[in-house]
Nanobody, 123 residues
Framework: VQLQASGGGLVQAGGSLRLSCAAS????????MGWFRQAPGKEREFVAA????????YYADSVEGRFSISRDNAKNMVYLQMNSLKPEDTAVYFC?????????????????WGQGTQVTVSS
């Protein structure tokens, strides 16, 4: 499985970005999907996850109410809509797939990882 994250960029505080994650090599319709991020000098942290059907979502407290995760199983795509961005959201964002369909907050549970896309929020 290959995961390709895209959509990152430079945005001013208060702005929005939409990240996309495209999967190839295997259908991910039975996998949970997640987004994680890693800022310079910090550990990778959970951002959001979605179960296999899209019916259940999970968010880190720091992004709850500002970010929204969604998926399109027909297109093998996952999205992260990020609104009201803050400078502290600056990081490399990674998408990941978990063969357990329920979804998880923990990076160790994810089986496949994309290469990351840079998000920079200026103040």
């Amino acid at each position: 499985v290959q995961l390709q994250a895209s959509g990152g960029g430079l945005v001013q505080a208060g702005g929005s970005l939409r990240l996309s994650c495209a999967a190839s090599g295997r259908a991910l319709s039975t996998d949970a999907m997640g987004w994680f991020r890693q800022a310079p000098g910090k550990e990778r942290e959970f951002v959001a996850a979605i179960n296999w059907s899209g019916g259940t979502t999970y968010y880190a407290d720091s992004v709850e109410g500002r970010f929204s995760i969604s998926r399109d199983n027909a297109k093998n795509m996952v999205y992260l809509q990020m609104n009201s961005l803050k400078p502290e959201d600056t990081a490399v964002y990674f998408c990941a797939a978990d063969k357990n369909p329920s979804g998880s907050y923990y990076s160790r549970n994810y089986d496949y990882w994309g290469q990351g896309t840079q998000v920079t929020v200026s103040s």
